[in-house]
């Protein structure tokens, strides 16, 4: 199975095998104070991968708009690197890494801040990159390292209890 998007008549493009989610930026095709429509073709000729496919969109599908600078899609990266080594009871350290990107004109100043919620939606911590220099179509790293006090884990005496913790990042 396959598809093809179009905008206002226009390809944005293919792709085939659509069992991976996919983008396209239509910044350039939207008309201002107009309808716009926005279509996607299911092409399902036989014969599939799969001895019965199915046939049409059948997950999510999002129009996303972003701002000219901002976090890469599949940019975010959050990890705890060393966690056998450095668990205890009161503290686990967290790597948190974003890939920012530059669509504008002009090189622009930016630093990434990250805020940790727990399960009560509480910011449990809060860390600011340092200001880095973002430029028009180069994608820049930044990296933080930082820990969680007294950090709930799920065990097996409660497995059903989950440890969720929310990640929310602003560039600034």
């Given at each position: 199975m396959?598809?093809?998007?179009?905008?206002?008549?226009?390809?944005?493009?293919?792709?085939l095998f659509d069992y991976n989610g996919f983008q396209y930026d239509i910044t350039d095709h939207v008309k201002f104070d107009v309808e716009n429509v926005i279509a996607v073709k299911v092409d399902n000729?036989?014969?599939?991968?799969?001895w019965y496919s199915g046939s049409?969109?059948?997950?999510?599908?999002?129009?996303?708009?972003?701002?000219a600078i901002h976090v890469a899609r599949h940019g975010t990266f959050i990890t705890t690197p060393v966690l056998k080594n450095t668990l205890t009871k009161d503290e686990e350290?967290?790597?948190t890494q974003e890939k920012v990107e530059n669509?504008?004109?002009?090189?622009?100043?930016?630093?990434?801040?990250?805020?940790?919620?727990?399960?009560?939606?509480?910011?449990?911590?809060t860390v600011e990159s340092d200001i880095k220099a973002v430029v028009p179509g180069v994608d820049v790293l930044f990296e933080d390292l930082t820990s969680i006090n007294d950090p709930t884990l799920w065990d097996i005496d409660e497995p059903l209890k989950p440890a969720n913790f929310v990640f929310i990042r602003s560039l600034l």
């Open positions: 396959s598809s093809t998007t179009y905008i206002n008549s226009q390809t944005m493009g293919s792709y000729t036989q014969p599939s991968s799969r049409g969109i059948y997950r999510n599908a999002f129009l996303t708009y972003k701002n350290n967290i790597y669509n504008s004109r002009g090189i622009s100043e930016v630093k990434v801040k990250s805020t940790i919620l727990n399960e009560q939606d509480k910011a449990i911590v």
